[in-house]
């Protein structure tokens, strides 16, 4: 049946127009769709949806912001230094000035004390006046000289100047004395006497000049310390309010990113978990909610009852309508299936709630509490392919569809959600073959269980010889430079009689036992072996090898991984594990403990199918994953509904945020490389570079297309 779980090959039915490719998944619900779902009212029929990320248009204004604070800030940080530099210049000079002063005011007195000195000797001859006037005047030419080192030009001069003067005074002072000692007529002492104080008076002059000038100095330079003082201060204040404006201002800017990425994921998975044509819950929503139904209803006697529905005929609507009248076929049934199922009481009651979904293409799904016994299932799934199967008004025209349903009931909750999904999967197949409308399923008639083991039995020995396993490669492009990064190993069963077998036909069965372990060894050693070789021929090609859900239940693969890597002597990080995005794994403590072992070994984690299963925010950043991969139904469904670019968009956007390299997978035309460029993805994958192929015919590929290995990613 196509696109149900625990399938096999697609069957001939086909999905709708837009919806075909990959519509489980692909589509996203605004928050007024997905509350109509909730309260079983239709969504609105158009099935358009906004973007589900809008385009942040503030942050260039911020960053202006940002930018302009800082610019002040540092303006004013260089003003303070300035202002501070200046201040602490003017304090200095204002120290020497006031120093001067005080030698010119100590000059100024000995100068008194030499006048005062030369009238006493006048009156009263003595030795000891000798003596005091020398000693004034050794002080007057030391103070001079004292100037001139701690002043400027001027100073020297002064001293010059003084120095000069003062000889001449000297030699006065002598002649006078001489005059006084000699008894000498007092006129001509006192003509002496006045050429000394002319001197002396000249002498005295210059130097109060000097102070004055000094002091005057000292008076501007503190005037000026404590202006510029006073700015330096007021310009640290206003520097550090604006700091602390800066410090806010970033603080809301990070909280408004932090709330921006946590907006987007939590779209994100709005995106993942609804489909955007019809409004419902997608697969993986639906598998999610059913297995919550059955852990409740464990250890009670609660039934519940699982209904599969499949539109027959579709393809013809689609060939001959178009896709759009296929697509709003698909719309109608999806109000058809929320007003039946909302407008039963009886299938609400209890602690279970019924649900409508779509599983993808032409598919559907209800959960219903079952409260009546047997009887109520049949009777249920009779009137849905009743309601369903009624003329579908197009314009003017109507027209029909066949419907197919297969119905599984769960007692108790003992059952798991994959058997009993498989189970309803048999009874929509016996519906669609014996066309009888509904068909609950049977465990005497439906179980397939001989060819099955017959499958497990060859493919054991398969794994045991170890030559029919091989493995085909797909390189990852670089979408910038074209160059080829890595490539991913695909297992191929190379059956002694089927052929060639593609993983869907072998994979799922050896996952339902313990063989996948087994497996999962043989494939490590095959890829690791092939990297050993192609690193002897020069070629640096990381390998990527998907890992299982019942592998990561294995506590010894982090051991296994260990022992292969140092077997074929290849560094831990060419090998990448990819794990499909499954709330089994991401829900489960032991394989996230698995996984941080192995991460913390050296391998690369990388996560496949991102937006096809269950991945919170917050299971992302504890465990440090290095590459994501989009789901190629996503891609493929670029350029035909609006929600795949958006959901692309949204996916690429939180994957650089949280720092991985992001590869689309699923790339088939140039569009899509043009598309996802623009987008800003890393890497592709797809049809459009190479199909899987065998190792040797790779690097064919690589010689013929002049494609040369980069960097492990």
């Given amino acids: 049946m196509s696109g149900r779980l625990g399938s096999g090959p697609p069957k001939t039915r086909r999905r709708s127009g837009a919806a075909a490719a990959g519509a489980p998944y692909r589509g996203a619900m605004t928050r007024g769709a997905r509350s109509s779902v909730v309260g079983l009212v239709p969504a609105p029929r158009n099935g358009r949806r906004k973007p589900a990320i809008d385009t942040v248009r503030a942050a260039p204004v911020e960053g202006g912001i940002t930018r302009s604070l800082l610019v002040f800030l540092g303006l004013l940080m260089v003003f303070s230094l300035f202002s501070v530099a200046v201040a602490r210049d003017a304090a200095n000079r204002a120290s020497r000035s006031l120093a001067l002063s005080d030698v010119y005011r100590e000059a100024s007195l000995d100068l008194y004390e030499s006048e005062t000195t030369i009238k006493s000797y006048q009156v009263q001859p003595a030795q000891r006046l000798r003596k005091e006037l020398t000693r004034a005047g050794q002080e007057i030419l030391t103070a001079v000289r004292r100037g001139a080192e701690l002043g400027d030009r001027d100073n020297s001069n002064l001293a010059t100047k003084v120095q000069a003067e003062f000889t001449q005074y000297q030699a006065a002072v002598e002649k006078m004395f001489d005059a006084v000692d000699r008894g000498k007529q007092p006129q001509e002492v006192a003509t002496l006497a006045a050429q000394v104080n002319t001197y002396l008076s000249l002498i005295k002059g210059m130097v109060r000049e000097a102070d004055l000038r000094e002091a005057e100095s000292t008076r501007q330079a503190l005037d000026r310390s404590r202006t510029l003082s006073t700015w330096a201060l ?36 709005q995106l993942s978990r609804y489909d955007s044509l019809t409004g419902l819950p997608n697969r993986s929503t639906f598998t999610e909610s059913l297995g919550n139904t059955l852990q409740s209803a464990r250890g009670s006697t609660r039934a519940l009852m699982v209904l599969l529905v499949d539109l027959d005929r579709f393809r013809e609507i689609n060939e001959v309508l178009g896709t759009a009248a296929g697509d709003e076929v698909l719309r109608q049934a999806a109000l058809r299936l929320t007003n039946l199922v909302g407008g039963r009481r ?68 003992q059952h798991e959600v994959d058997d009993l999904l498989r189970q309803a ?62 490539v991913e190993a695909l297992a191929r069963w190379h059956h002694p009689t089927r052929g060639m077998m593609p993983p869907s036909e072998f994979i799922p069965a050896a996952e339902g036992s313990g063989l996948i372990l087994t497996l999962t060894t043989l494939l490590l050693d095959l890829a690791l072996a092939q990297v050993r070789d192609w690193l002897d021929q020069g070629l640096h090609l990381p390998v990527a090898v998907n890992i299982s859900t019942r592998s990561l239940a294995d506590k010894k693969l982090p051991e296994r991984v260990t022992q292969a890597l140092l077997k074929y002597e290849v ?74 670019s958006a959901l692309v968009q949204a996916s690429i956007d939180l994957g650089h945020t949280l720092g991985l390299t992001v590869v689309a997978e699923g790339v088939e035309t140039s569009d899509h490389v043009w598309e996802l460029r623009r987008m800003g993805c890393d890497m592709g994958q797809g049809y459009l570079f190479a199909r899987p192929m065998p190792a040797a015919d790779l690097q064919g590929w690589m010689f013929q297309n002049h494609m040369y290995s980069g960097s492990s990613t």
Avoid: C
Wanted: no cysteine; net charge negative; proline share 2%.
């Fill in 234 to 269: 007021v310009g640290a204040v206003i520097a550090d309010l604006t700091a602390f404006l800066l410090i806010i201002f970033l603080g809301l800017q990070v909280i408004r990113h932090n709330r921006r990425v946590l907006d987007e994921a939590h779209r994100i998975e």
């Fill in 346 to 413: 009886e299938e609400r009651a209890g602690q279970g709630r019924a649900m409508t979904a779509r599983l993808g293409g032409n598919e559907f799904a209800v959960l219903l509490p079952v409260v009546r016994g047997p009887l109520s299932v049949i009777e249920a799934a009779n009137r849905v392919t009743e309601e369903l199967q009624r003329p579908y008004q197009l314009g003017e025209a109507a027209v029909s569809v066949w419907v197919s349903a297969g119905a599984a009931v769960a007692i108790g909750g």
């Fill in 425 to 486: 999967d048999m009874a929509l197949d016996e519906a669609k073959t014996t066309k009888v409308g509904a068909v609950v399923f049977d465990p005497v008639r439906h179980v397939r269980g001989q060819s099955r083991l017959m499958l497990l039995t060859e493919l054991r020995r398969a794994v045991d010889n170890g030559n029919e396993i091989v493995l085909y490669y797909q390189p990852k492009i670089d979408l910038l430079s074209g160059e080829i990064r890595g």
């Fill in 571 to 644: 560094p831990a990080e060419m090998l990448r594990l990819e794990v499909t995005e499954s709330i089994e794994i991401l829900d489960s403590v032991r394989a996230m403990e698995i996984l941080q072992r192995l991460r913390e070994i050296g391998v690369r984690l990388a996560i496949d199918d991102f937006g096809t299963g269950y991945s919170s925010l917050s299971t992302l950043q504890t465990l440090t994953f290095d590459e994501l991969k989009i789901d190629k139904s996503f891609v493929l469904g670029m350029g035909v509904e609006e929600g795949n």
